[in-house]
């Protein structure tokens, strides 16, 4: 069974600053992998997804994230953070014909001015 | 755009009290999911529906059940709530009759057990 790891709670950054979010998952094959994000009292939003071929993919808000099949990892990255960042990021995995989406824990981002 | 509609918003029960919870989506999509968020656990899939007719359980469908009324409603109902059911609860949809689609989500029904 697929499962996702992230192994930061809680990030803090200041504006401006480079990101990493992490991401670990385990699956036999090559999954289909996602980041979301989720803004207070709001759904959760699509910010980017991995399928196949290039490896970096980019997203919206100037997101984008890399599989490394070596690392079972799918790492979250913005060269520069704005304040409106500030949100909760899920990664998510799911198997080649797979209904269902296994979600990481969550990692909540704290920008500073 | 509506999306995925959620209905209603925020709910306050006592224990024992049953309740559905509603969830539409106007994108013709073939799936649909009811998620439960509780801090730090992610969400979790309480069930599924991969199509019209047809529903599943997901990692922790007890103490709830679901109709699949039509293609674009999928309702989650609590028959006996229960404190541990104090949770925020997400509809999704996919149309996974195209492969590598991803999950819409609505804004979540914030529901509060007394």
């Not at chain 1, 699956?27 to 991995?50: H, I, M």
């Not at chain 1, 913005?78 to 797979?98: I, L």
């Not at chain 2, 999911?33 to 309480?46: A, E, F």
């Not at chain 2, 007890?62 to 541990?84: D, T």
Request: hydrophobic letters at 30%.
């Amino acid at each position: 069974a697929q499962s996702v790891t992230q192994p930061d709670i809680h990030i803090t950054v200041s504006e401006g600053a480079s990101l990493e979010l992490r991401c670990n998952y385990s699956y036999g094959a090559t999954p289909y992998l996602f980041w979301y994000v989720q803004s207070p009292g709001q759904g959760l939003q699509l910010l980017l997804k991995y399928f196949s071929g290039d490896t970096l993919v980019q997203g919206i808000k100037g997101f984008e994230a890399e599989f490394k099949r070596s690392q079972s990892s799918f790492n979250l990255r913005k060269p520069s953070v704005h304040w409106s960042d500030a949100a909760e990021y899920f990664c998510a995995v799911r198997g080649q014909g797979a209904q269902k989406l296994v979600f990481g824990q969550g990692t909540r981002l704290t920008i500073n001015p | 755009n509506a999306g995925v509609t959620q209905t209603p918003k925020f709910q306050v029960l006592k224990t024992g009290q049953s309740m559905t919870l509603q969830c539409a989506q106007d994108m013709n999509h073939n799936s649909m999911y009811w998620y439960r968020q509780d801090p730090g656990m992610g969400l979790r899939l309480i069930y599924y529906s991969a199509s019209e007719g047809t529903t599943d359980k997901g990692e922790v469908p007890n103490g709830y059940n679901v109709s699949r009324l039509n293609k674009r409603e999928f309702s989650l109902r609590l028959e006996s709530a229960a404190p541990s059911q104090t949770s925020v609860y997400f509809c999704a949809s996919s149309d996974t009759g195209i492969e590598n689609q991803p999950q819409h989500f609505g804004d979540g029904t914030r529901l509060s057990i007394l």
